[in-house]
């Protein structure tokens, strides 16, 4: 199995482009999220997705959009970038199971800069 | 909401040494509580996670973590630190009645082992 895996790993863009990540797991996961991680604020949550068809916002949805086609597949994209979505991006998936708690796996990353 | 405070932003420890790593969360009911480690250009390993039960946790690596509910504290523990262990170290809370079922993260803290 490869997990949680993320396409690109990096990537430069300049003010205004737009770009989409690419966040696939193949542990047949119900849940999946978008993370972003900057020096020395931990983890946000940016979007997530409890099912196929579903997505939501999280703590810092603004200039962000996500869509979940496939169970598989939860893709990210800015659509008009901006130097403060300079950071790292990791995606996450975890299973779902009533009344259990849950751990979440996570890809490897993509740093996105932001020129 | 709940939220994570992990105090120390950078510990430096010589190889050898025992090591405790500090979490405190604040949370209303039973948290579910993580660890998690990054290495550099790295995404998260799970290193070993509470649900319920046995306060004392064992991981993976040699960690350990014990969860007292009285001072709101999730403390991870290596009797022993290696080399390799230098990483980065988050600790989350989760909770079910969330709904999204996401993780809140600590803003971290940054090991550094000394031979």
């Known amino acids: 199995n490869a997990g949680v895996t993320q396409t690109p790993k990096f990537r430069v863009l300049k003010t205004g482009q737009s770009m989409t990540l690419l966040c696939a797991q193949d542990?047949?996961?119900?849940?999946m999220y978008w993370y972003r991680q900057d020096p020395g604020m931990g983890l946000r949550l940016i979007h997530y997705?409890?099912?196929?068809?579903?997505?939501a916002k999280g703590e810092v949805p603004d200039g962000y959009n996500v869509s979940r086609l496939k169970k598989q597949n939860f893709l990210l994209g800015l659509e008009s970038a901006a130097p403060s979505q300079t950071s790292v991006y990791f995606c996450?998936?975890?299973?779902f199971g009533k009344g259990v708690a849950y751990e979440q796996y996570f890809g490897p990353g993509t740093r996105l800069t932001v020129t | 909401a709940q939220s994570v405070t992990q105090p120390d932003i950078h510990i430096t420890v010589s190889e050898g040494a025992s090591l405790e790593l500090r979490c405190n969360y604040s949370?209303?009911?039973?948290?579910?509580l993580f660890w998690y480690v990054q290495s550099p250009g790295q995404g998260l390993q799970l290193l070993l996670k509470?649900?319920?039960?046995?306060?004392l946790v064992q991981g993976i690596k040699g960690f350990e973590a014990e969860f007292k509910r009285s001072q709101s504290s999730f403390n991870l523990r290596k009797p022993s630190v290696h080399w390799s262990d230098a990483a980065e170290y988050f600790c989350?809370?989760?909770?079910?009645?969330?709904?999204?079922?996401?993780?809140?993260f600590g803003s971290g803290t940054r090991l550094q082992v000394q031979p």
């Open positions: 996450a998936s975890s299973y």
């Open positions: 542990m047949n996961h119900e849940y």
């Open positions: 997705s409890v099912g196929e068809g579903t997505t």
């Open positions: 949370y209303g009911a039973t948290p579910y």
């Open positions: 509470y649900f319920s039960g046995d306060t």
């Open positions: 989350a809370v989760g909770a079910l009645e969330t709904g999204r079922r996401a993780l809140t």
